[in-house]
Antibody, heavy 119, light 111 residues
């Protein structure tokens, strides 16, 4: 079954850290770039980071560069986002999404996991 | 402030045709980068609606169509239905930011 399932969200204190996971199934995970996108409460979508199929190609949005680290474990069909130095502005639903091969759009999304940073 | 500009809201009555605009710059839409559209129903994850300006994924009704011209793109919905009530987002790539960018989203209300 083609799906992405995020986990690891929760409440964390300002300045704290959290690691999100995204479990993929139903497709050959290694073949796809994967992405993290977030949505603050009542706000729009914000692209955060992507990682290539082998993990050697990585890019970050300016807002999270130096604080967030994307990684993947192809043996486990899993994507990760390590988040540090969290602030209230990082409170959001975090989605993992699959980037279509040869394109820059996202054809498969997870259900999202909520991260709340408490000040 | 989003890189791509969308109207915050649009509304229409059942059966009507509506348009949602997405305006960018020469660094993104005007630079030849494709525009993609997503539909987000209340409480759910976004769903791909249109890709590469004017293509529909399998399963998306042909009531939905996209177009692009210059530094702008547009999503059209014909035969508006109550289940189309959702938030709609455009997305492209910005070469100046070297980043994927989204519009701020448009809330469609079916009256």
């Amino acid at each position: 079954q083609l799906q992405l399932v995020e986990s690891g969200g929760g409440v964390v204190n300002s300045g704290g850290s959290l690691r999100l996971s995204c479990a993929a199934s139903g497709f050959f995970f290694n073949d796809f770039f994967m992405t993290w996108i977030r949505q603050a409460p009542g706000k729009g979508l914000e692209w955060l980071s992507y990682i290539g199929g082998t993990g050697s190609t990585i890019s970050y949005a300016e807002s999270v560069r130096g604080r967030f680290t994307i990684s993947r474990d192809n043996a486990k069909d899993s994507l990760y986002l390590q988040m540090t130095s969290l602030t209230a502005e990082d409170t959001a639903v975090y989605y993992c999404a699959r980037r279509i091969r040869g394109g820059r759009y996202f054809d498969l999304w997870g259900q999202g996991t909520l991260v709340t940073v408490s000040s | 402030q989003s890189v791509l500009t969308q109207p915050p809201s649009v509304s229409g009555t059942p059966g009507q045709r509506i348009f949602i605009s997405c305006t960018g710059t020469s660094s993104n839409i005007g630079g030849g980068y494709h525009v993609h559209w997503y539909q987000q129903l209340p409480g759910t994850a976004p769903k791909l609606l249109i890709f590469d300006n004017d293509n529909r994924p399998s399963g998306v009704p042909d009531r939905f169509s996209g177009s692009k011209s210059g530094t702008s793109a547009s999503l059209a919905i014909t035969g508006l239905q109550s289940e189309d009530e959702a938030d709609y987002y455009c997305q492209s790539f910005d070469t100046s930011l070297t980043a994927t960018v989204f519009g701020g989203g448009t809330k469609l209300t079916v009256l």
